[in-house]
């Protein structure tokens, strides 16, 4: 396509102005970003999740899905002996869920900037985004539907979700890309 200063439409039904993209409609809803970050966030979970283990390894090795299966469990999943292999299956489901939800909406809002941003904007978003769920799952999701799991938030947890949750969904995201 020429840049003769007039506004064309590309192939794809981007309009551009000069050979500048302009907002379009159809951007917002370009899902191959929404895909990565769906994806992204199965590869983060599980960083995420060997991270968990990490920092719990000395305490309750089962803690991380205590507290992700505790969503379907309730409180008690926390306090006494569920079954291993309920919690396990029932703690892997409910972060992978979560994970891949998040990995979406970040692909969702990286679909409307795609042209403009380059792949350092988007891994430092994707850290940014990490804090961003650090804050949604412990001081609005929790306190609202799971008061039980605000009083395990720390900074392990906030450190967690900005470098081994948001920062590798970035990557992903960005080194996919191209831009």
């Not at 191959?32 to 960083?47: D, M, T």
Request: proline share 3%; charged share 15%; with cysteine.
């Amino acid at each position: 396509m020429a840049s003769n200063g007039k506004n064309e439409e590309s192939s794809d039904g981007e309009k551009r102005r000069g050979g500048t993209a302009v907002f379009s409609a159809k951007r917002i809803f370009d899902f191959v970003y929404v895909e990565r970050g769906a994806v992204g966030g199965i590869i983060s979970a599980f960083i995420m999740l060997a991270y968990l283990l990490i920092i719990n390894a000395q305490a309750d090795i089962l803690s991380p899905f205590k507290e992700a299966s505790s969503v379907w469990l309730g409180p008690q999943a926390l306090s006494e002996k569920p079954s291993i292999i309920l919690v396990l299956v029932l703690g892997i489901a409910t972060g992978l869920f979560a994970s891949v939800a998040w990995g979406a909406l970040f692909g969702l809002s990286l679909a409307i900037y795609r042209s403009s941003l380059s792949r350092g904007m988007i891994v430092t978003l994707g850290a940014l985004f990490g804090i961003f769920v650090w804050l949604a799952d412990f001081y609005i999701l929790a306190p609202l539907f799971w008061p039980w799991l605000s009083e395990i938030s720390s900074l392990w947890y906030l450190v967690g979700h900005m470098c081994f949750f948001g920062l590798p969904l970035g990557l992903y995201v960005a080194f996919k890309t191209g831009n």
